[in-house]
């Protein structure tokens, strides 16, 4: 098991606060339900504000994964760490060092807030659990997450109900930098989105990395969205990664026929529906 | 015009949120009954045990007595008053301590999950299978007569029948995908269920815990009727009934008639009440969906 080297070189390197280590890094994961391998040995690394996109259909794992990274499912084995610091144990001081590193963006941002509360307070609760202070000094912070992610303080005033798509999801990923984690996971974050919508939430999420350095895990099946947001990527089938490289090489010259099937699925002037019955086929007899 | 519009708005908006009369009723009347027990002293005509044998059933409307006397003279409408008292505050007890057990376990259960929520569950698939009555029976064969053995026994048979509702609740809210989202942000089960939970379940807490009132109420009549709950002199709408029996023999019903019906009338205004409030969730679910 090399975890224990991982452990080892993130300590060192965490004192240093060189630029090379992996923020992230997640090592043979497995993750089995029952019978079912959902996630089998997945292993990639994550650089301090970079981005990694995780492609696949549905049922190809990448969800599982990062919920798995989120602490949301525990894997049958392999391991994820965090700064170098291989995250175990369901300690109150565990989960609040997981937290505080990696946050996570839900497709759905309309159910992933309390229906009863306030935009302005479901931001300020993380601020109270993770940085203790005044009540004046986590309402200037949630005025200043808001204004990051572009809502009005009148937005800040409403519930989810009455607010867009996109201001939720705006809403999200401001609740999420409130407490200033070294990565987010966004899990098909703008999929329910409109186009236009999604446009502005990707800029707006492009901005966010530059601007605090933040590194992103983006699971998608769009690959557009991949391409935009991602500078390497890695593509999951059955569980298993088939492919991995700088998403504009991906994308231009796919190397598994699993990764051209998902391009040339692709609605597009010149598309070919034979081509992706053929493909299919082809990659299923494999 | 310009006066019209606004006039009509505010009658649509009224009409949607209206409530219908027979809830209105019931409320009023719950009020009535209420203000009657809490301002006894000061309301009622006589003493609730001053007994005059010569004027022992007296029919309603005699003179100086509007409900007539019960066997021993004792004024009808001011043992009512009294009554009210206990037989009110009896079932509150009742309702909040199976409120307090059935919330406790319910939570409990749908959160724990797995073997804790299966003994959890049948114990009070259990206890819900018992009669009510019966057990109340027997703990104050144990405990002998008073009301704190009645209204401990009937608050744990009447546990099941808030702790499945709340179970039920919680597990449904439990499995919406902002509780994980605050898994996510490293907020213990603990907080949780308190704070985002607990918020869902109430107004079924509520409109259960005012169907098992009305219950209460009934049962603790019966107990006092058969001369388990309240001790006499104390007055009691059950024990009041109970001591009229002879003279209903005798072919003087109303001693007993007006306690019971007072009792009738307060159970069909808490059940309406109660259907009123968990009806009014179902719509305010619906809607919020």
Sequence with gaps: MNAGDLVDTGGSVNAGGSVNAPVLSVT????????????????????PGASLGIVGESGSGKTTTARILAGLEQPTSGTVALDGEVIEGHSRRARLRHAR??????????????????????????????????????????????????????????????????????????RALGIAP?????????????????????????????????????????????????????????????ERGETEQILRGPQHPYTRLLLDSIPSPDWDLDRVVQDRRALDLR | MTLTIPALRARSAKRR?????????????????????????????????????LNSLLPPGAEGHWLGTDSTGRDVLSRIMYGARLSLLAPLGVVLLSGLLGTAIGLLAARAGGWADAVLSR????????????????????????????????????????????????????????????????????????RHLLPNVVPVLVAQSTLAFGYALVDLAALSYLGLGVRPPDADWG???????????????????????????????????????????????????
């Design chain 1, 28 to 47: 043979s994961l497995v993750k089995k339900f029952g019978h079912f391998t959902a996630v089998d040995d997945v292993s990639f690394e994550l650089m």
């Design chain 2, 239 to 289: 024990s009041m009934i109970s001591q009229a029996r002879s003279a209903i023999l005798q072919g003087e019903p109303w001693s007993g008639l007006l306690p019971g019906l007072v009792v009738l009338l307060t159970v069909v205004s808490v059940n309406v009440l109660g259907e009123h409030i968990g009806g009014s969730i179902g719509r305010k679910q619906s809607e919020g969906a």
């Design chain 2, 17 to 53: 949120r209206r409530r219908p009369l027979i809830v209105s009723l019931a409320v009023a009347f719950l009020i009535l009954v209420a203000a009657m027990g809490l301002l006894a002293p000061v309301l009622a005509p006589h003493s609730p045990d001053a007994t005059s044998l």
């Design chain 1, 182 to 242: 070294r990565v987010l996971v966004l899990d098909e974050a703008v999929a329910a989105l409109d186009v236009s919508i999604q446009a502005q939430i990707l800029t707006l999420l492009d901005q966010l990395r530059r601007d605090t350095g933040i590194s992103y895990v983006f699971v998608s099946h769009d690959l557009a969205v991949v391409r935009y947001i991602t500078d390497t990527s890695i593509v999951m089938r059955h569980g298993r990664i088939v």
């Design chain 1, 101 to 174: 590193r990696l946050q996570m963006i839900f497709q759905d941002p309309y159910s992933s807030f309390d229906p009863r509360q306030t935009i302005a307070r479901s931001i300020a609760e993380p601020l109270r659990l993770h940085a203790p202070g005044s009540r004046k000094e986590h309402q200037a912070r949630v005025d200043e997450l808001l204004d990051q992610v572009g809502l009005s303080r009148r937005a800040g005033e409403s519930l989810p109900r009455d607010l867009s798509g996109g201001q939720r999801q705006r809403a999200a990923i401001a």
């Design chain 2, 123 to 194: 114990g009070m698939d259990i206890v819900f299978a018992f009669p009510s009555m019966l057990l109340a029976m027997l703990v104050v064969a144990v405990f002998g007569p008073g009301l704190t053995a009645p209204i401990c026994a009937l608050a744990v048979s009447y546990t099941p029948f808030v702790g499945r509702v709340v179970r039920s609740v919680a597990i449904q809210e439990g499995t919406r995908p902002y509780m994980e989202s605050y898994r996510v942000m490293g907020f213990g089960e603990l907080w949780v269920t308190l």
